[in-house]
């Protein structure tokens, strides 16, 4: 072989050799900084109900030492330990629903984390409660009932509706016969959804438009609108005096600000079986919020601080009764509004021919 040919293989053996020894430098390099085998329990997924106990368990190699473990859940630091002995979390504080839960080891100057996730369910079954019929009114059966409130002795209904598909939406001011003592036409094109009463304004969500309207509880005049930010569709609405509640459809209610509209928490609603979705009309009520679900036939009881369905009354046959001779598959429970100073519950439904007081009492044998 000519020197020439000798040189320019010895050079591509050194070259193969070159690359070949970077390569493994490279792998040894990674092998030494890849994140350490490290486990965390409980599964993914698992299930507690509220005030459970829950054993976070890190499982750790034996050659593994940790010189801190900080436990986070949902990236709220709750405590650190200099061990991986079980750390044991309390749930009676924590909202319901999917909570994340981390631990973040520290070791000789490196940080690893490992996280996993539980389904936090309410306490305990919610109480059973069915109703007495105290009064019937008229109602108005044109009328696609969306949002129902209560207020100095005038009832303020939202109800909805596309022109293209032969309805029309529209906030009105009635008693409690029906009669309709004054109302505006909505938009064609806007789906009116839920309405709340507060400061002496009302507040109307709209279906898919994606806005929300302020009128003069007065006058009904538009005062202003805003930017639904909280989901694609807007459903139900309420209020304490100081925020704003609404829904979208699932199982999660909205605690706005009454005045810029942000979101200022979410509350997961769950009973103790799992969510509870599609929430509809709402009413705050002594500290608790009622809820209908769209196309159930009863109200939930939801305690606001937690999520929890704490009650569920059953109108299941005030539905049959209100529905006879109605060929209308979305003429559904839809409507509750609480006359405060009296002490009153109405609930209605869409194109239903009354509105109905009713009082609310526990079912017995339950």
């Not at 939202?158 to 409690?176: A, H, M």
């Not at 929430?279 to 036939?297: P, R």
């Not at 601080?305 to 529905?323: F, H, M, N, P, W």
Request: overall charge neutral; charged content about 25%.
């Amino acid at each position: 072989m000519p020197f020439g040919h000798r040189l320019i293989k010895h050079m591509k053996r050194t070259y193969i050799l070159g690359i070949a020894t970077f390569i493994l430098a490279l792998y040894s390099c990674g092998d030494k900084n890849k994140p350490v085998n490290i486990s965390i329990s409980p599964d993914a997924g698992t299930s507690y109900k509220q005030g459970d106990k829950v054993a976070v368990k890190l499982t750790l190699p034996a050659d593994f030492k940790a010189d801190s473990i900080v436990y986070l859940v949902d990236s709220v630091r709750l405590a650190a330990k200099t061990d991986s002995s079980s750390y044991s979390l309390a749930t009676d504080s924590l909202g319901l629903g999917a909570r994340v839960l981390t631990a973040r080891i520290y070791s000789a100057g490196k940080v690893e984390e490992q996280s996993t996730n539980i389904n936090l369910l309410a306490a305990k079954a919610p109480e059973l409660y069915t109703y007495q019929l105290e009064k019937t009114f008229a109602h108005d059966t044109a009328s696609f009932t969306e949002g129902l409130e209560y207020h100095d002795g005038v009832l303020y209904e939202s109800d909805g509706g596309y022109c293209r598909e032969g309805l029309k939406s529209s906030l009105r001011k009635t008693n409690v016969d029906g009669k309709v003592l004054q109302s505006i036409d909505i938009d064609c094109n806007t789906f009116a959804e839920g309405i709340t009463v507060i400061d002496n304004k009302i507040i109307q969500l709209t279906y898919r438009e994606r806005v929300g309207y302020v009128y003069d509880k007065a006058t009904l005049k538009l005062l202003s609108n805003f930017t639904f930010t909280q989901g694609d569709e807007g459903w139900g609405m309420c209020n304490d005096g100081k925020n704003l509640y609404c829904n979208t459809g699932s199982n999660q209610i909205y605690v706005m600000d009454k005045t810029s509209f942000r979101t200022l928490r979410n509350i997961d609603v769950y009973d103790d079986q799992g969510p509870i979705d599609d929430l509809n009309e709402m009413e705050y009520i002594d500290g608790m919020i009622y809820a209908n679900v769209w196309q159930k036939d009863d109200i939930v009881v939801i305690d606001p601080k937690t999520g929890a369905v704490v009650k569920r009354i059953d109108l299941s046959e005030l539905t049959k009764q209100a529905t006879v001779g109605i060929n209308n598959s979305d003429a559904v429970l839809n409507g509750i509004a609480w006359d405060a100073a009296g002490k009153r519950l109405f609930v209605t439904g869409k194109n239903w021919p009354k509105l109905y007081q009713i009082k609310v009492v526990k079912k017995q044998g339950v």
